[in-house]
């Protein structure tokens, strides 16, 4: 039986990974003034794509499949990041905490589903 994830898991997935990916604006914002107009109109698409895709992901698939998903979609986005500017090395430290975090969390769901 395939047991999807339940409405506050993927509450709570779906906060991690948008904390996870909003968490580059503050280190970027001098970097997307400077983005001429065809490379900033393909960010937010590739942005939003990310985002909703993952989201989309983290409804049909295993409960025990959602921390894979969150953090395949985090890297993808800091790999597509790479084309637009350079990325400060505080937005990794910053993911690698939000990811930790979620981690004990879904660690703990499991145990309680259990």
Known sequence: ?????????????????????????PFCLENLEN???ARYALYLPIFLL???TANYELRKQKERDSFKIVVF???VFDV??????????MVYFLQIIIIALYFVYHKQSLWKSK
């Open 1 to 25: 039986m395939k047991q999807t994830l339940s409405t506050s898991q993927r509450f709570a997935a779906s906060f991690a990974l948008s904390l996870g990916m909003l968490v580059i604006l």
């Open 35 to 37: 983005l001429d107009r």
């Open 50 to 52: 990310i985002g909703c």
């Open 73 to 75: 979609s985090l890297i």
């Open 80 to 89: 597509c990041n790479l084309f637009f500017f350079p990325v400060h090395w």
